[in-house]
């Protein structure tokens, strides 16, 4: 399934496809994925779209932000739908990083997860402001590469949220990736912070200027 509409702002289509588009259609089956650009000539947005598109034995289904009630019946595979399944509110900030996939899967970092109960702490966000939502899959059990990617992207849409903090050179080029500067109306703005292994051990006051950009969103 390549969705025409929902990343037709941070995707760039091909030609051809442009005038089904422009014609109201906002998704199209194809088996084998959008076309792959001749190497050595591939963009990095044609590269990504071409890893979000989801096989079909994991077909992955946008919702709006109005339905998010609706969450948990996505066919969204573990541990997306048990993560979207917890939501009650309309969260306004998705956080990511890469190792957080494991966090969420019993394989949790007691530091890591002290490091995040302290930056929330600090940032004082009413209860359901953020969500935690993974953009990589666990390398050891991922049988379907880009899978992780077309799940971050289909929530980040579906949740209608306006900002992505991506702790780490990884989570932060797949958001680059995903939601390029001034794509996307609304705009989801993407912050890139230091990974969680560089927060750790840090001074409170170091922590604090290392996450000012997050303290500084105006959540209410």
């Given at each position: 399934?390549?969705?025409?509409?929902?990343?037709?702002?941070?995707?760039?289509?091909p030609?051809?496809?442009?005038?089904?588009?422009?014609?109201?259609?906002?998704?199209?089956?194809?088996?084998?994925?959008?076309?792959e650009?001749?190497?050595?000539?591939?963009?990095?947005?044609?590269?990504?779209?071409?890893?979000?598109t989801?096989p079909?034995?994991?077909?992955?289904?946008?919702?709006?932000?109005?339905?998010?009630?609706?969450?948990?019946?996505?066919?969204?595979?573990?541990?997306?739908?048990a993560?979207?399944?917890r939501?009650?509110?309309?969260?306004?900030?998705?956080?990511?990083y890469?190792?957080?996939?494991?966090?969420?899967?019993?394989?949790?970092?007691?530091?890591?997860?002290?490091?995040?109960?302290?930056?929330?702490?600090y940032?004082?966000?009413?209860?359901g402001?953020?969500?935690?939502?993974?953009?990589?899959?666990?390398?050891?059990t991922?049988?379907?590469?880009?899978?992780?990617?077309?799940?971050?992207?289909?929530?980040?849409?579906?949740?209608?949220?306006?900002?992505?903090?991506?702790?780490?050179?990884?989570?932060?080029?797949?958001?680059?990736?995903?939601?390029?500067?001034?794509?996307?109306?609304?705009?989801?703005?993407?912050?890139?912070l230091?990974?969680?292994?560089?927060?750790?051990?840090l001074?409170?006051?170091?922590?604090?200027?290392?996450?000012?950009?997050?303290?500084?969103?105006p959540?209410?």
């Amino acid at each position: 399934m390549a969705r025409l509409g929902s990343f037709a702002a941070p995707v760039d289509l091909p030609d051809h496809l442009r005038p089904w588009r422009a014609a109201g259609l906002d998704a199209l089956f194809l088996p084998g994925g959008l076309p792959e650009p001749a190497a050595g000539t591939t963009p990095v947005r044609e590269a990504d779209a071409h890893a979000l598109t989801a096989p079909q034995d994991h077909a992955v289904h946008c919702a709006s932000p109005e339905s998010l009630t609706a969450a948990p019946d996505l066919d969204w595979p573990e541990p997306w739908r048990a993560i979207a399944a917890r939501v009650r509110t309309k969260p306004q900030i998705i956080i990511t990083y890469a190792s957080l996939m494991a966090d969420v899967t019993g394989k949790a970092d007691p530091a890591r997860r002290k490091l995040f109960q302290s930056i929330l702490a600090y940032m004082g966000w009413p209860q359901g402001t953020s969500l935690f939502w993974p953009c990589t899959d666990v390398p050891e059990t991922s049988t379907s590469p880009g899978l992780a990617r077309n799940v971050f992207l289909n929530g980040t849409l579906s949740f209608g949220v306006s900002h992505i903090a991506c702790f780490g050179a990884e989570a932060a080029h797949i958001g680059a990736a995903l939601f390029p500067p001034g794509s996307g109306d609304p705009e989801v703005r993407v912050l890139t912070l230091p990974a969680p292994e560089e927060l750790l051990g840090l001074l409170p006051h170091e922590m604090h200027r290392a996450v000012a950009v997050l303290k500084a969103l105006p959540f209410e």
